[in-house]
C-alpha cells in the first residue's frame, strides 16, 4: 500500500522545488506567479516617511525573491500543500500600478494581503480581488487606490480584517465618496475606512469588534452602530458629526472610544462600564462629567479637553488604574479631588475655574510625569512637596494664584527628572538663585515671566557647558515682568537659535548685545527697563547720560541669577507629553532654585 505522503512525495519531485533548509516544498507554479509579481514592480519608492519624520524600513524585500523558495521574505505558504497563503508586503517600497490582470489575483489560496504604506498610484481595486475568494485579511492601507470599490468586494465571504483607509476610493453616485450600503461580509471582525470620504454605510456583520471611521466627513451619528453588540473599539473622530451622541450602554463589550474633533453638543452619551479609553475631546459637549464615567472602574485614558463641561471633578473619576486625565479648556469649577494613590501619568486641568489648593494626595501618584493646572484660580505655595515624585517631567502652574517665597530647604535630588517649569503669571516672589553643575542635565525650559523674582542676570553665562550648542530646538528665552537687574549678559550673542527673548519689564541696564537675532527682536520685548541702550531700542549707548556700569550689589557673586529659558505663550496647550518633549531636547543645565 502506497502512504499518502508517498502520493505527494512523488508527485511533487516533478513540480516542487525542494529546500531542504525548510519542511515545506513550494511548487513551481507558486514561484512563477512570486516572481512574475515581482517583476511587475520593478520600481522602488522607499521615500515614505512616518509621521514622525522617521524613514519607515521595508518590512519586506521583495527585490531579494530568487526562485530559492527561502528569499521570499513576507510570504507564508500552506505547510501542506505549499501554497501561497500570506503576503505581508507592508511597507515593502513598491511602486507602481496593479494592472486587472495582476499576477496578484492568481494567489487562490491566499488568505492573508497586505499591501498597505507602499506606492500603488492609480491603483484600482480591480474585480480581480474578487477572485481572492478565501481572505480572511485584506490590507490596502495608505497607498493612493483611486476609483471604486467595485462589487466584487463582497465575494470576500471570509473577511475578517478589512482596512482600506487613506485611499482615493471613489464611488459612481458622488465623485470622491465611497457607498457602502451593505457589507455583507458575516464575519468580519475590523473595519477602517479612515480617511475615505463616506456617504452611506451599513454593515451586515454582527460581529464587528473594531470600527474605525476616522477622517471621513461623516455628519450624522452612523445609527447601525448601536446594534454592533461585539463592538469593542469606536473611532469616530475627525468627522463633523453634529448633534448629540446616542447612548453606547448596549455596546456592552465597548472598551475603546474615540468621538474627538466632530461637532457633538449636549450631555456625554452613556457608556458600558468596559471602557478603557475615551477621547473625546474637541466637542461642545456641556453639561456634569458623568457619573456613568465613574462607573467604568477600568477607566485609564480620559480626555475631555476642549468642550464646555461645567460642575466639579467628580472624585470618583479617578480611579486606580487612570493614566491620563485631560480635561483641559472646559467651564470646571470647584477643586480638585482628592486623588487616591494611582497609576496617573497625565493630569492636565488647565484653562478652567480651578480654585483651591493642589491637593496634597498628588505625592503618592508616583508615577505623575506631567502636571498642567493652567488659568485655574488655584491658591496655593510651591508645590516643593513633589519634589521625590521620580517621573515628574512638566510642571506648568502659569496663570493662577501660586504666592510665595520660591525657595526651599535643600533637598538632595530634587524633581529629578524634571525638565519644564512653568510658573510665569503668578505671585511667586524672592530671588532666583541658580547653580551651574548641579541641574539636572535634562532641564530644558523654565518660563517665569510676571512674577516678582529678583536678581540679576549673571554678567558672564561664559561657563556653559558646551551643550549650549544644542539648544536649536528652544525657541524663546522669556524672562518679562520680574525684577532682574544688571546687564543682559553680552554671551546671549551665542544664542542665535533663539527665535523669541523677552526681557521686558524689569530694572536690567546696559548695552543690549548686539546680535542679529537679538536686534531682530520687536521693541517691546526689550521696553520698561530702567536703562538699556542700543539696538533695537533708540537709546543710544554712547550718550554722556546713560549709565555704563552695572550697579553693584553684594551679593553678586554668590546668587546666580535668573536666566531662564522660557517658550513661546501657549506651546504646551494641548499637547501631549510626548510632543511637548520632543520640541525641547534634554539640554539645558540651570538649576532654578538653590536647594
Ligand atoms: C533587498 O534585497 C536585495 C537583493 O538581495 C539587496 O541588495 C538589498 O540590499 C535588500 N534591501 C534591503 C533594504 O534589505
Ligand atoms: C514609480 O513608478 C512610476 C511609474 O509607475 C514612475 O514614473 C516613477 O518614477 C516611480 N518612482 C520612483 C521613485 O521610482
Ligand atoms: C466570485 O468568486 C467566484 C468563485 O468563488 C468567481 O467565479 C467569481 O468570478 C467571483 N466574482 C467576482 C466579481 O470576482
Ligand atoms: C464633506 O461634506 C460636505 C457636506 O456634508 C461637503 O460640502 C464637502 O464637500 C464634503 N467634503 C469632501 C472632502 O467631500
Ligand atoms: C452604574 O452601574 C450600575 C450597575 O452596574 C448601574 O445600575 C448604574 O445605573 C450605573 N450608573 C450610571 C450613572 O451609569
Ligand atoms: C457652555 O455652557 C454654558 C452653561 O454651562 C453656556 O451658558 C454656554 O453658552 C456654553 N457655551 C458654548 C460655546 O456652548
Ligand atoms: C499617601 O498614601 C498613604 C497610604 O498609602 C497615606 O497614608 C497617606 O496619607 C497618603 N498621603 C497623602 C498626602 O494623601
Ligand atoms: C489665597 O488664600 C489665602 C488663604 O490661604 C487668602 O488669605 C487669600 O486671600 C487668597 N488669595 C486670593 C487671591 O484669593
Ligand atoms: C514681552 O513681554 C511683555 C510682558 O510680558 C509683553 O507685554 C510683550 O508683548 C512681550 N513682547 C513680545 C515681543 O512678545
Not at 492609480?122 to 492601507?141: I, M
Not at 474633533?261 to 459637549?285: D, E, L
Not at 467628580?314 to 472646559?330: V, W
Amino acid at each position: 500500500m502506497i502512504s499518502p505522503l508517498a502520493v505527494l512525495l512523488t508527485t511533487c519531485s516533478f513540480w516542487c522545488i525542494f529546500v531542504t533548509s525548510v519542511s515545506i516544498s513550494v511548487p513551481r507554479d507558486q514561484v512563477e506567479i512570486l516572481l512574475a509579481l515581482k517583476n511587475e514592480f520593478p520600481s522602488r519608492n522607499c521615500d515614505r516617511k512616518l509621521a514622525d519624520g522617521v524613514l519607515q524600513s521595508p518590512s519586506a524585500n521583495i527585490t531579494s525573491w530568487t526562485k530559492d523558495a527561502n528569499s521570499f521574505d513576507g510570504v507564508s505558504f500552506d505547510e501542506k500543500t505549499g501554497a501561497v497563503t500570506e503576503l505581508n508586503l507592508r511597507g515593502a517600497c513598491i511602486n507602481g500600478t496593479i494592472k486587472p490582470n495582476s499576477n496578484l489575483f492568481r494567489f487562490q489560496h491566499l488568505r492573508y494581503l497586505s499591501l498597505s504604506m507602499n506606492h500603488f498610484d492609480t491603483s484600482s481595486f480591480h474585480a480581480g480581488f474578487g477572485r481572492l475568494t478565501n481572505l480572511e485579511y485584506l490590507d490596502l492601507s495608505q497607498n493612493s487606490f483611486i476609483g471604486q470599490v467595485t462589487s466584487s468586494i463582497s465575494n470576500l465571504s471570509r473577511l475578517n480584517t478589512l482596512d482600506l483607509s487613506y485611499n482615493k476610493f471613489t464611488n459612481d453616485n458622488t465623485p470622491d465618496t465611497i457607498n457602502f450600503d451593505s457589507l455583507p461580509f458575516k464575519s468580519l471582525e475590523s473595519l477602517d475606512l479612515s480617511g475615505n470620504v463616506i456617504t452611506r454605510l451599513n454593515i451586515g456583520s454582527k460581529n464587528l469588534q473594531e470600527l474605525t471611521l476616522s477622517s471621513c466627513n461623516i455628519t450624522e451619528f452612523p445609527t447601525f452602530i448601536k446594534t454592533l453588540r461585539s463592538l469593542q473599539k469606536l473611532d469616530l473622530s475627525k468627522n463633523r458629526i453634529v448633534g448629540k451622541a446616542p447612548s453606547l450602554r448596549y455596546n456592552s463589550l465597548l472598551s475603546e472610544l474615540d468621538l474627538s474633533s466632530n461637532a457633538f453638543h449636549g450631555s456625554f452619551p452613556m457608556i458600558p462600564p468596559t471602557m478603557q479609553i475615551i477621547y473625546a475631546s474637541n466637542n461642545y459637549f456641556t453639561g456634569d462629567i458623568s457619573l456613568s464615567l465613574c462607573n467604568a472602574s477600568g477607566l485609564g485614558r480620559l480626555d475631555l479637553s476642549n468642550n464646555n463641561f461645567s460642575g466639579s471633578i467628580p472624585r470618583c473619576l479617578i480611579g486606580k488604574s487612570l493614566g491620563t486625565l485631560k480635561l483641559h479648556n472646559n467651564n470646571l469649577i470647584g477643586t480638585l479631588p482628592y486623588i487616591e494613590k494611582s497609576g496617573l501619568q497625565i493630569l492636565d486641568v488647565g484653562h478652567n475655574q480651578i480654585s483651591g489648593k493642589l491637593p496634597r494626595s498628588l505625592v503618592n501618584c508616583t508615577s505623575l510625569m506631567f502636571l498642567n493646572v493652567e488659568n485655574n484660580r488655584i491658591n496655593d505655595t510651591f508645590p516643593f512637596w513633589l519634589k521625590a515624585l521620580p517621573d515628574l517631567q512638566i510642571i506648568v502652574l502659569r496663570s493662577n494664584i501660586f504666592h510665595g517665597l520660591i525657595s526651599s530647604p535643600r533637598s538632595h535630588h530634587p524633581f529629578p527628572a524634571l525638565r519644564i517649569l512653568d510658573i510665569s503669571h503668578n505671585n511667586f516672589y524672592g530671588r532666583l538663585n541658580m547653580e551651574l553643575g548641579k541641574i539636572p542635565e535634562a532641564f530644558t525650559a523654565i518660563a517665569i515671566s510676571g512674577n516678582r523674582l529678583g536678581g540679576e542676570i549673571p554678567e558672564s553665562i561664559g561657563h556653559l557647558p558646551s551643550s549650549l550648542a544644542n539648544l536649536k530646538q528652544l525657541e524663546s528665552l522669556d524672562l518679562s515682568q520680574n525684577q532682574l537687574s544688571g546687564e543682559i549678559p553680552e554671551e546671549l550673542r551665542v544664542l542665535t537659535f533663539l527665535a523669541y527673548l523677552n526681557v521686558s519689564h524689569n530694572k536690567l541696564t546696559g548695552q543690549i548685545p548686539q546680535s542679529t537675532q537679538i536686534v531682530g527682536q520687536p521693541k517691546a520685548s526689550f521696553e520698561g527697563n530702567i536703562g538699556l541702550c542700543g539696538l533695537p531700542l533708540q537709546e543710544s549707548c554712547f550718550r554722556d547720560n546713560v549709565p555704563t556700569s552695572i550697579p553693584q550689589t553684594p551679593e553678586k557673586v554668590l546668587n546666580w541669577k535668573a536666566a531662564t529659558i522660557g517658550y513661546g505663550p501657549g506651546v504646551l496647550f494641548g499637547l501631549a507629553i510626548g510632543q511637548a518633549l520632543g520640541l525641547y531636547k534634554p539640554v539645558l543645565f540651570y538649576k532654578l532654585f538653590r536647594l
